[in-house]
């Protein structure tokens, strides 16, 4: 058994020479990185230069190549040319160990945690310091004194399947920083976690930095960008853009950098609200995949004509309320009506049938059969009307008529109908899926998270089906955990956390700074709390 | 008084099981699903009663037999885990080419039964118990290793070494696994190989002190059996001696009813075995579904995927 | 634009690129591609172990093709391997994988060989009889595998196979023991059955059971290209959570696709009990559940390729049965039905890459998205 766990060494430890700027000497060096996936180009000739003591931002839409220049300096994936120098000594990485030996460590979106394994086995996976004859006990003891250096602290004896999101992600910190790593890459981090756990992570964060390491963050929001960082570099398209303090940029000038594009998608208030709601949701409850309550009590009405926006941090019961109102799930009390009918507890079936359209959040998991064709997958919701088959027979001709156009009017890039869906990049698998919602939806439209990890181009033709269906007088529930479109795009505001609604906003009452502490549990004196009617 | 000997038939009945069953439990365990057990067993016994036959002793047969069926895991294992086909289909394959390679290789042999075999090995003072003692003291050296030292070693391994541990990780998340630095591959390749040699252990031990005698099919379906107490044992390692015995209690009893002329046709003995591992397997599910759940039964998580790492 | 970004850059490549589905055509090709290989490099070892590979091919298309009794025959073993790979092609398009067809054979016959022998009744209601019976005898053997799939999530693998092996004793049990014919002292089988299928006029064996396969080949293309049913069936195999999104319920459709599968092995046994060897005795499969399986997976669930496949392997086997004489044992054949499944396997892998030339497009492009993020 190793006598200490005193972190190892990656090149001199002394404290960092203050240049002007208060930041420490160049410790990573990345020049001229270019790289590729089959035919798309993902990085194209970038550099990067990153100093001890900073938290650099990485800053930009989705698919600009932050993810990919980050995983290429962690090992993860070779470039294919140009070249990292740590320390001054060029390095060529060709496996992620080889990176977190030279001290640099990635903290990923997705999880890279064994869900059955606890925390203490977690930290010690793949780690040569780890004794070769270890017993729960020893391992426990071992992690709990790296938690007491690195002051981040969970329970060792947990299982991952156990803890929260935020709790996992100090986990994947903690193994990062175990191994050494004096250059933390944090890959999106606060895309799962509340206002309140951000802010405790960049505290950490800041702890990190004060004693000399480096924190990249990679994010695209600009509020907590410039929130924590000291430096910030642009990234749109694969291209480098600007490396710059944060001190003295505002948002706007980020904004325009990141997407290259001045306008904004203006939302057109849409015709008058119907008079009744088209979708009722009344006192649902409802239990989560695990058991555990996800809705308490939820009571909210959507009229045709109008977008109402959910939002909140994702895993506040915004997937179960999705579920409950297409037939993908039961409640546990409660009534759902559309259109005065009351469809509780229906089949997915039946509600296609009363032309509750539906963008699931799960795309391929839920929306598309990825081994089938275009043209199966978009008749996939209403196959069974008459005009598309009977009992005994399909209707070839109608289906590919029907599917041609909607491949058409949802601007879907695809070889032809006939081609696997599988082949469909992630947008125009999206857009299929939008449009094929659409279709089915005249009463109610539910979009969950319909654009995320989607492009620009992508973004807006999702976006603007859905104010489609809004015009042409549908109730449309829009679920997204990105704030910004939620604003952008809604009539009306609530909030979620924690399975219940505790907060509306309309029009001018929208303040985007209360919706925030409502999203992260702050209840404030006047809050709205239980209706959103 | 035939109840002891019984347990004795039980046993070694089992045994076979037991060290295919922990070979495949070491497999599934690093996520590859081995359908070929069946085959080896076949690769394993025919090896070893062609070793005793070109005059080798009965521990070189076994460890003959044994490398045989390496090899052949070997083979599986990088088409599986290399190349990255079908697991089903090439485990059947497996299957196939064990049994027909084995039974024509072993047909030269029918008949003659092997002389130099394994001897019991009764443990001094125990062995001496009345009834008890024969019955679980008086076996082969194998034996002993197969229900004791092996599920021990095993455990030890899984649960109680940081190479175990990066073991079940393979087996769990194979992504996970790689980014924490561990070699997947190289893990697959590796237990894949060592549980078919596992497997040709059973084989070799059937001829070198259970059954002597070449037959065709000499592993007569305990192949699949051993996969499914592997289900059953929900891949822990005690659980599956547990699981394995029970096999062999079955295959015992249908003896005992033949000896004492129960009038129970053999076929339905026969049968037995195969009856009772079906339901070993379907109850507990079924259970499961509603409500009662022993303990947790989920198979390692990316059992019969094959791992593709990113592109770099 | 793109041309002129890369002027002056590293040229265009070579690439081997894997997607993530294959083309169906070009997964079938090569999949024969990959048994045709393992049937050369068969040949090659037999050479290599003194057996003349040329001499041995040249007794099998003799034996085979040579004489129209060779075809008869080829064309009776190639009955029940067609039917068995059909029904093995069925739940293959829901990716379930019916090991447990050999089970069902036997129990149809079974079934049919029991209303064949007891029932009295005119040739024609007693063949439909036992054409029921056979075909609820395999439904009913693959039931409990069926709903323990569908509801309890149990591999149906292991649970058929382990079937298998019981219904074999079982039928061993029957015609050896309990129904055994004791007037013809020698046979281990039972009495003949009431009613037999009646052969091709002008042919000597071969019964008129073998259009069935074709017949069902037809039928079964149809029903998953044209009808509501067989979408159902495909969406629900490819991926069963939408398939459930759209209504379609999954888990009925696991359990009826099962239970057709087994219907159709157990009529599988029927026919060949009724057709080609009239007792039910213990051997009455050489191994045809087995066979069709390997044909299922060569054709890749397409019907079309059911037939192809079917009769190749029914090829096989004959000359495995030529080959004895000619000193090979069957042992060999069943080795070699191994390595052209191990063939057919690496086909299977080889489909999803392909070679590429290429220049990677500009990032922003539509496509981007599918870099890995």
């Given at each position: 058994m190793s006598p200490s766990l005193t972190l190892p060494d990656h090149g001199s430890d002394d404290a960092p020479e203050p240049d002007v700027d208060g930041l420490g000497r160049v410790v990573i060096r990345a020049r001229g990185i270019s790289k590729s996936f089959d035919e798309t180009?993902?990085?194209?000739?970038?550099?990067?230069?990153?100093?001890?003591?900073?938290?650099?931002?990485?800053?930009?839409?989705?698919?600009?190549?932050?993810?990919?220049?980050?995983?290429?300096i962690a090992g993860i994936y070779r470039a294919d040319r140009g070249s990292v120098e740590v320390d001054g000594t060029e390095h060529h990485f060709r496996s992620p160990s080889q990176a977190i030996a030279a001290g640099i460590g990635m903290v990923h979106q997705q999880f890279r945690l064994i869900q059955p394994m606890t925390v203490a086995e977690n930290v010690h996976l793949g780690w040569?310091?780890?004794?070769?004859?270890?017993?729960?006990?020893?391992?426990?003891?071992?992690?709990?004194?790296?938690?007491?250096?690195l002051s981040i602290h969970i329970d060792p004896t947990a299982q991952i399947w156990q803890l929260s999101v935020g709790e996992q992600q100090r986990v994947e910190i903690l193994r990062t920083l175990a191994r050494g790593a004096r250059v933390l890459i944090l890959d999106e981090p606060t895309a799962v976690l509340t206002a309140e756990q951000a802010r405790e992570l960049f505290g950490v964060m800041r702890s990190l930095v004060a004693g000399g390491r480096t924190v990249v963050f990679i994010s695209h929001k600009l509020k907590e960008v410039l929130e924590v960082s000291d430096r910030i570099t642009v990234l749109r398209a694969g291209r480098h853009m600007v490396t710059r303090y944060t001190a003295g940029a505002t948002p706007h000038e980020l904004a325009v950098l990141m997407t290259g594009d001045h306008s904004e998608l203006r939302v057109r208030r849409g015709a008058a609200r119907s008079e009744q709601p088209l979708l009722e949701i009344d006192g649902v409850s409802a239990l989560s995949s695990r058991g555990l309550p996800a809705l308490r009590d939820v009571t909210l009405g959507v009229y045709g004509g109008e977008i109402v926006g959910v939002a909140g941090v994702s895993g506040n019961g915004q997937t179960e309320l999705a579920e409950v109102v297409t037939g993908l799930r039961r409640t546990e009390s409660g009534t759902i009506r559309i259109d005065r009918?009351?469809?509780?507890?229906?089949?997915?079936?039946?509600?296609?049938?009363?032309?509750?359209g539906h963008i699931p959040e799960d795309r391929l998991g839920v929306a598309l059969v990825r081994s089938a064709q275009v043209r199966d997958n978009a008749v996939l919701r209403q196959?069974?009307?008459?005009?598309?088959?009977?009992?005994?027979?399909?209707?070839?001709?109608?289906?590919?008529?029907?599917?041609?156009?909607?491949?058409?009017?949802?601007?879907?890039?695809?070889?032809?109908?006939?081609?696997?869906?599988?082949?469909?990049?992630?947008?125009?698998?999206?857009?299929?899926?939008?449009g094929r919602e659409a279709g089915v939806a005249s009463r109610v439209f539910i979009a969950s998270q319909p654009t995320r990890g989607l492009d620009v181009q992508s973004t807006g033709d999702v976006q603007r089906s859905i104010i489609d269906r809004r015009d042409a007088g549908c109730a449309v529930l829009l679920i997204s955990d990105d704030l910004d479109e939620v604003l952008l795009m809604s009539d009306r505001v609530v909030v979620m956390y924690e399975g219940r609604i505790v907060g509306s906003f309309e029009g001018e009452e929208v303040d985007r700074r209360r919706i925030g502490l409502l999203m992260g549990g702050h209840l404030g004196e006047d809050d709205g709390r239980g209706t959103g009617e | 008084m035939i109840w002891f000997a019984a347990l004795r038939t039980a046993i070694d009945a089992g045994t076979v099981v037991v060290l295919a069953g922990m070979g495949e439990l070491l497999t599934e365990r690093v996520g590859v699903l081995n359908l070929g057990l069946e085959g080896l067993i076949g690769i394993g016994a025919v090896a070893a009663v062609i070793a005793t036959d070109l005059g080798m002793g009965p521990w070189t047969a076994f460890v003959v037999g044994m490398l045989a069926a390496a090899l052949f895991g070997f083979l599986f294992a990088s088409s599986v885990v290399v190349i990255r086909t079908n697991q089903v289909l090439t485990g059947l394959a497996l299957v196939l080419v064990g049994v027909g390679l084995s039974n024509q290789l072993g047909n030269d042999y029918q008949g003659s039964p092997i002389q130099d075999r394994f001897r019991p090995l009764p443990i001094p003072v125990l062995a001496d118990i009345p009834q008890v003692g024969p019955a679980l003291f008086n076996h082969t050296l194998v034996v002993y290793v197969a229900y004791v030292a092996l599920p021990l070693g095993v455990a030890f391994l899984l649960y109680r070494t940081r190479h175990g541990m990066n073991l079940r990780a393979v087996g769990e998340n194979p992504a996970a696994a790689d980014a924490a630095g561990i070699n997947v591959t190289g893990m697959r390749l590796c237990y894949a190989t060592i549980g078919a040699s596992f497997a040709g252990a059973g084989g070799a031990f059937l001829m070198l002190a259970f059954t002597p005698v070449w037959a065709v099919d000499v592993a007569r379906g305990?192949?699949?059996?051993?996969?499914?107490?592997?289900?059953?044992?929900?891949?822990?390692?005690?659980?599956?001696?547990?699981?394995?015995?029970?096999?062999?209690?079955?295959?015992?009893?249908?003896?005992?009813?033949?000896?004492q002329n129960w009038g129970v046709s053999s076929f339905v003995l026969s049968m037995l075995p195969y009856v009772v591992t079906l339901t070993l397997i379907v109850v507990p599910a079924a259970l499961a579904r509603f409500g009662i759940r022993a303990r947790s039964t989920v198979a390692p998580g990316s059992l019969a995927q094959p791992y593709f790492r990113e592109e770099r | 634009m793109s041309a002129a970004r890369w002027a002056g850059t590293e040229g265009r490549r070579l690439r081997l690129e894997r997607r993530l589905l294959a083309n169906p055509r070009r997964a079938a090709i090569l999949r024969v591609i990959g048994a045709a290989v393992a049937l050369l490099v068969s040949g090659l070892i037999l050479e290599l172990t003194g057996r003349s590979a040329p001499f041995l091919a040249g007794e099998v298309v003799d034996s085979t093709f040579g004489s129209r009794f060779g075809l008869e025959e080829t064309a009776l073993i190639a009955t029940p391997i067609l039917l068995a790979a059909i029904a093995v092609a069925i739940p293959l398009r829901m990716r379930l994988w019916n090991i447990g067809v050999e089970g069902q054979f036997y129990m149809g016959a079974w079934?049919?060989?029991?209303?064949?022998?007891?029932?009295?009744?005119?040739?024609?209601?007693?063949?439909?009889?036992?054409?029921?019976?056979?075909?609820?005898?395999?439904a009913a053997w693959i039931l409990l595998p069926a709903i323990a799939r569908a509801w309890w999530g149990v591999n149906e693998i292991i649970t058929t196979l382990l079937?298998?092996?019981?219904?074999?004793?079982?039928?061993?049990?029957?015609?050896?023991?309990?129904?055994?014919?004791?007037?013809?002292?020698?046979?281990q089988a039972t009495p003949l059955v009431g009613a037999t299928l009646p052969t091709f006029p002008g042919a000597t064996i071969l019964h008129v059971g073998f259009v069935l396969p074709f017949v069902l080949a037809v039928v079964f293309w149809y029903v998953f290209r044209g009808t509501r049913w067989g979408y159902e069936v495909d969406m629900a195999g490819g991926n069963p959570r939408a398939a459930e999104f759209a209504g379609i319920n999954v888990r009925r459709r696991i359990v009826t696709v099962m239970l057709l599968s087994g219907a159709i092995g157990g009529l599988a046994g029927m026919v060949h009990l009724s057709g080609a060897t009239f007792r039910l005795q213990q051997t009455i499969s050489s191994s045809y559940g087995l066979s069709g399986f390997i044909v299922a997976a060569l054709a890749g669930a397409s019907f079309i390729g059911v037939v192809a496949g079917g009769v190749f392997i029914a090829l096989l086997l004959h000359s495995g049965i030529a080959l004895q004489g000619a000193g090979l044992s069957v042992y060999i054949v069943v080795a070699v039905y191994g390595l052209v499944l191990v063939g057919i396997a690496v086909g299977e892998v080889a489909a999803r890459y392909r070679l590429v030339f290429g220049s990677p497009a500009r990032a922003g492009s539509p496509a981007e998205e599918r870099a890995p993020p």
């Open positions: 180009l993902a990085l194209d000739d970038v550099d990067l230069e990153l100093r001890a003591g900073e938290v650099h931002a990485l800053l930009g839409e989705n698919g600009a190549g932050k993810t990919t220049l980050s995983n290429v040569h310091d780890t004794p070769s004859v270890v017993s729960r006990k020893v391992l426990v003891d071992r992690t709990m004194r790296l938690m007491d250096e009918t009351d469809v509780t507890d229906q089949s997915p079936r039946s509600f296609a049938e009363a032309h509750v196959y069974r009307r008459p005009e598309f088959s009977t009992w005994y027979a399909l209707r070839h001709g109608s289906i590919a008529e029907f599917a041609r156009r909607l491949v058409a009017a949802a601007r879907v890039q695809t070889p032809g109908i006939d081609t696997p869906t599988g082949f469909l990049s992630g947008g125009n698998q999206q857009r299929l899926v939008a | 305990r192949g699949w059996v051993a996969l499914a107490v592997v289900i059953f044992a929900a891949w822990r390692p005690f659980r599956l001696v547990f699981g394995a015995l029970l096999f062999g209690a079955m295959i015992s009893l249908g003896f005992i009813a033949q000896q | 079934a049919s060989a029991g209303v064949g022998i007891f029932l009295d009744a005119p040739r024609p209601v007693l063949l439909i009889s036992m054409a029921a019976a056979g075909a609820l005898g395999g079937l298998n092996f019981v219904a074999i004793l079982w039928v061993g049990w029957f015609s050896i023991d309990i129904w055994r014919d004791r007037a013809a002292a020698v046979i």
